[in-house]
């Protein structure tokens, strides 16, 4: 991204940044540093080229302020935010987040309109970061105080579901100064186009492989003009040997404190596709190998179900050849403590509809999953799309008996309703047991000591998870 900045900027061109958050946290370097690596990093860009940053839902990921008052405290760029107040106990950082913010490019005002998710739909709920739900009354609130200011252009710096995006992008009809919307939270790039009534949306994809470029101009009438182009980064672009000198800094940091990071404690049977465009998606090797472990959890008999979020594994990169300590530490860039709990066949139906919820796009609460097969249909509405789901017998597969009590091993998060997967009420499962990443070195250290590899390659033939487009299709045809 420095190597992209630097030739716009010897094109003539002015270069501003905009980041749609969730950048302290998760990742293997934020369990030590609290974000602070990420910060160094955007100051350097923001001495390039100004840099502005609303917060994302893992900005708040812990549950006491001091972290992001030390972000903050640490940062030169700007924080903006229109439904979000910090009320850390920190002055100086309480009056760093910007509202209604103006800056000015190339001789025009431009006004920005921020809002962040709030905790009812996914968002972290934090005494220190009060967040106001109502996004489309705060967006319209703000842009018509801009609106009201004169300002040339009006851009949007989000961290919502596209959706939401979609429907703030509407209010360009009653302000035409309204020029694009751009943010982060999906994963994936995304794209509304935009009209003479709606405002152009665009999403980031994660781990910055993919960023937008968006050219504002004017027309006769003095109103915006939008070009937009996606970039994949790392594709014919030349690493910046200046930002490479920062890089190694952390990488040294980091390796000083784990110095068995880079160790081979395994061996992948074949590259394992473990980047979050496929285990947001669809089956995945990596993935499976993963959940298998979670079975065995809580020792004999083994539960007989086990499911995880996609979105607790962050690695989104490809597993092959050696396995190392980092594959693992990176894949589990939260808590992995598991639970224990039985519910009914009809209770474990209901309870995986969460994970087929929405548009089917590329989604963190996307179920990974062990000893059960799915069979979707995606043109459904919404918690009614599970066409079949079969459990293995001596017989071979056959649907899940409804009256029938199961076994279920799950993270902690999920037992808690996190991504929406609420077990029945009341029900009470064993306390925190093993946490997975544990399991998983550990299945991989005693397949390397029976000189074995590990990972098995997705069937088509036989998938543990069929997602379809239609009630015609054959489910589990293989």
């Known amino acids: 991204m420095v190597t992209l900045i630097k030739d716009l900027q010897a094109e003539g061109r002015e270069v501003h940044i905009t980041h749609g958050g969730d950048f302290l946290y998760p990742s293997l370097e934020s369990q030590l540093w609290n974000g602070l690596q990420m910060v160094d990093a955007m100051n350097y860009l923001d ?13 708040f990921d812990r549950r006491t302020p001091e972290s992001l008052v030390n972000a903050v405290s640490a940062s030169t760029f700007d924080w903006v935010s229109d439904n979000v107040v910090f009320r850390t106990g920190d002055a100086a950082v309480d009056d760093a987040l910007r509202s209604a913010f103006v800056f000015a490019a190339a001789g025009r005002r431009i006004g920005v309109f921020s809002v962040t998710l709030h905790a009812n739909d996914g968002g972290n709920d934090r005494d220190y970061v009060p967040t106001d739900p109502d996004y489309l009354a705060v967006a319209e609130r703000t842009i018509a105080a801009l609106d009201e200011q004169g300002v040339d252009a009006i851009i949007g710096i989000t961290h919502v579901h596209l959706w939401t995006d979609a429907r703030m992008a509407k209010l360009k009809r009653d302000y035409p100064r309204l020029a694009f919307i751009v943010g982060g939270h999906e994963h994936e790039p995304q794209f509304v186009p935009g009209n003479a009534t709606q405002a152009p949306v665009m999403k980031g994809a994660s781990n910055a492989r993919v960023i937008w470029r968006i050219d504002l101009d004017f027309d006769a009438d003095g109103l915006p003009l939008v070009a937009t182009d996606v970039i994949e980064l790392g594709t014919g672009i030349a690493p910046d040997p200046d930002y490479a000198v920062l890089d190694e800094k952390w990488r040294k940091r980091l390796l000083e404190k784990f110095p068995f990071l880079e160790a081979r404690v395994g061996a992948a049977a074949f590259p394992m596709d473990a980047t979050e465009e496929t ?51 990176r894949t589990f860039g939260f808590s992995s403590f598991l639970r224990y709990v039985t519910v009914s066949g009809a209770e474990f139906r209901q309870l995986m509809e969460a994970g087929f919820r929405g548009d089917g796009s590329s989604q963190g609460y996307f179920p990974q999953i062990s000893g059960f097969r799915l069979c979707v249909d995606q043109s459904r509405e919404s918690l009614s799309r599970i066409v079949s789901l079969q459990v293995p017998g001596r017989g071979g597969w056959s649907e899940i008996i409804d009256d029938r009590d199961y076994t279920l091993v799950l993270p902690d998060f999920l037992y808690r309703g996190g991504d929406g997967y609420q077990l029945p009420a009341g029900r009470q499962g064993s306390r925190t047991g093993a946490e997975l990443k544990y399991l998983v070195l550990d299945a991989i250290l005693r397949a390397q000591g029976a000189g074995q590899t590990v990972g098995e390659p997705v069937d088509p033939a036989t998938p543990r998870i069929e997602v379809h487009e239609g009630p015609d299709a054959q489910c589990f045809a293989g």
């Not at 001495?47 to 609303?54: D, E, K, Q, S």
């Not at 079975?295 to 979105?311: K, L, M, Q, Y």
């Open 47 to 59: 001495a390039l080229a100004p840099m502005y940053v609303t917060l994302g839902n893992h900005e």
């Open 279 to 329: 285990v947001r998606t669809r089956e995945a090797a990596w993935a499976n190998f993963i959940v298998d472990q979670m079975r065995g959890a809580f020792g004999e008999p083994v539960a007989d179900f086990a499911f995880i979020n996609s979105g607790s594994l962050r690695i989104d990169d490809y597993v092959a050849n050696d396995i190392t300590f980092e594959d693992i530490a």
